[in-house]
């Protein structure tokens, strides 16, 4: 009996020294010494058991993800509401992204510590700002767990895989959105719609002392006056934050396999990056890259602590980002002009005061030519020329409205996803309407994120009538989705929809000629036609090449007839002026 009772109580004791562990919620993170990442399995049960145990705190499952598993968010409100139209009333909301590189999992060890310590006390209950994480967004990538495909870093000791279940770059993807996970994302977005968005990222590059940089979105590009609060207020305010708690922060360091000291540029995040996507609705954004080369420990632990400087940024600015996101809706809607294109401005560059490694080129042991080497016996702090303006260089006006036929409904779903507003005719109607005829293009001789992509598309326009069917699209300008639609419908936007490959088929044309019966229709077009004439004798004149190729010279005959189909190379998406 003395043994049953003595074997009970230690079981009894063994129970309640788990339970008591189990609440303390230490992390996988913490229990291998800054060692290991936790797994996705882990990751969520984690959440969950917090959920339980903190009514701060909620998690739900939204949406797919190509690998057959659902994203989640966990919120956590001191206020213990999780209805974000109530919640946008009055508070602030940071949407904060982890694992869209899951090799890259130093913000999912540090977000699962940073909800743990605001919910036990450790870490100040922020009072204006709700948090929400996406935990795992490339949950394939996560399940796809090694140890040797980050070639450059670090640690942690196994990690996950950068490609998703289909082995898509999920950070290329916000645009084209050819995966479940970008779609979902999307719904994510627009029901959080946050005022302030960190990615956590770790950086390739080059070798410093910095454990931390940051890659907030660029000035010029998100424009006015929030542009310049996070320019001048923001960035800064978290640079003077971190280095009070003795963490060193820098630009993130776009160069690869140079010498910083050199000077480098700011990163263009376009919209097919995170931060250039939730740019498009005037959301403060910025990407955490910590050093690959630097300890995990360390950069987990960096990563908690920038989470907190930001945290404290929005808890005294509350008011002033939500001013400042409302002036910018406002200030767009009624811009009559939009900037597409940006390129740097090299008339205009901040000094870093640059901590670094004496860098040289030395022969290769391995290649026999000349190989970069870092000498970390050798830091340094210098001066280094940092170009973080840009300037436009596409600017359009902004229509009144698109028409899209709704033949083009990959494309009408897209739109949805992003909450744009739209109307159907109820009727056949003709509209006066500009049309843009692709007029050149470059395509990409390698595969990008399963697209050929299109760069430096230009178009010439033009104004037709143009009858459309009961059913198209009218989609006006003016609204929350203004920039989203400018950026993927007007061709030359670096990542709209044309340059994604979207309309390729309009480049192939579907009507041609057989020359033997054309001659003679060709030689009756140039009779009754005499500027017609003149216009081809001309260029037979002045293109020597085009003077001695007679297929070349009758299509360009044929091209200029009504035989020529209207379909060819003409953008299928119209503007309203």
Do not use: C
């Not at 003795?246 to 263009?268: A, C, K, L, R």
């Amino acid at each position: 009996m003395k043994l049953f009772i003595s074997a009970f109580i230690i079981l009894l004791f063994s129970n309640t020294l788990q339970a008591q562990n189990h609440n303390d919620f230490i992390t996988h993170f913490e229990k291998s010494n800054g060692l290991e990442t936790a797994t996705y399995t882990e990751v969520i049960q984690f959440y969950k058991d917090l959920a339980k145990k903190y009514p701060q705190i909620d998690i739900q499952t939204i949406g797919e993800t190509d690998s057959g598993e659902p994203l989640h968010i966990v919120t956590l409100n001191p206020d213990k509401t999780f209805d974000f139209t109530k919640i946008r009333q009055n508070k602030r909301v940071l949407l904060i992204n982890n694992g869209i590189h899951p090799g890259e999992s130093d913000g999912i060890d540090a977000t699962m510590m940073l909800y743990r310590d605001i919910v036990q006390g450790k870490v100040e209950m922020p009072k204006h700002t709700v948090l929400v994480t996406i935990p795992v967004y490339n949950v394939g990538g996560s399940l796809n767990r090694n140890s040797t495909t980050r070639t450059n870093q670090n640690g942690p000791k196994s990690y996950g895989f950068r490609g998703n279940a289909r082995n898509y770059d999920l950070n290329r993807d916000f645009i084209k959105s050819d995966t479940k996970n970008a779609k979902t994302f999307a719904e994510i977005f627009h029901t959080v719609q946050p005022d302030v968005f960190i990615d956590n990222h770790v950086s390739n590059g080059a070798d410093y002392q910095y454990t931390l940089t940051h890659l907030f979105t660029q000035h010029d590009k998100l424009g006015g006056d929030l542009g310049n609060y996070l320019h001048t207020k923001m960035m800064p305010e978290l640079e003077q934050n971190l280095a009070s708690k003795n963490w060193d922060i820098t630009p993130y360091v776009n160069v690869f396999n140079e010498v910083p000291e050199i000077g480098f540029s700011q990163f263009i995040d376009h919209p097919r990056y995170s931060t250039g996507y939730t740019t498009l609705f005037n959301t403060l954004g910025m990407m955490v890259e910590t050093h690959m080369l630097k300890p995990y420990k360390p950069r987990v632990e960096g990563t908690y602590q920038l989470m907190i400087s930001m945290i404290s940024i929005i808890e005294k600015d509350y008011k002033t980002i939500k001013t400042l996101r409302e002036k910018a809706n406002e200030t767009f809607l009624k811009a009559k002009t939009y900037d597409l294109g940006w390129t740097v401005d090299t008339t205009k560059f901040s000094v870093l005061q640059f901590k670094g490694f004496e860098g040289a080129y030395i022969t290769s042991d391995v290649t026999g030519l000349k190989r970069l080497k870092y000498d970390r016996s050798k830091p340094f702090t210098k001066p280094v020329k940092y170009q973080n303006y840009f300037k436009p260089t596409i600017e359009i006006t902004i229509p009144k409205a698109y028409i899209i036929p709704q033949g083009w409904h990959s494309i009408i779903e897209l739109l949805k996803l992003n909450q744009v507003k739209m109307s159907r005719l109820e009727s056949d109607k003709t509209f006066t309407v500009e049309t843009y005829h692709i007029a050149k293009f470059d395509t990409k001789e390698a595969p990008y994120e399963g697209h050929y992509l299109h760069t430096n598309t230009s178009v010439v326009s033009n104004t037709e009538d143009i009858q459309f069917r009961a059913g198209d699209y009218y989609i006006e300008t003016r609204q929350p989705a203004m920039r989203y639609l400018l950026e993927t419908l007007e061709p030359q936007a670096v990542d709209s929809f044309f340059n994604w490959n979207f309309f390729d088929t309009i480049l192939q044309q579907k009507e041609g000629f057989s020359p033997y019966v054309w001659e003679d229709l060709a030689l009756e077009l140039l009779n009754n036609d005499a500027q017609l004439k003149h216009k081809f004798e001309a260029k037979k004149q002045s293109d020597e090449a085009f003077s001695k190729n007679w297929y070349a010279q009758l299509d360009w005959i044929h091209k200029q007839s009504d035989h020529y189909e209207k379909a060819h190379m003409r953008y299928p998406i119209f503007r309203v002026n």
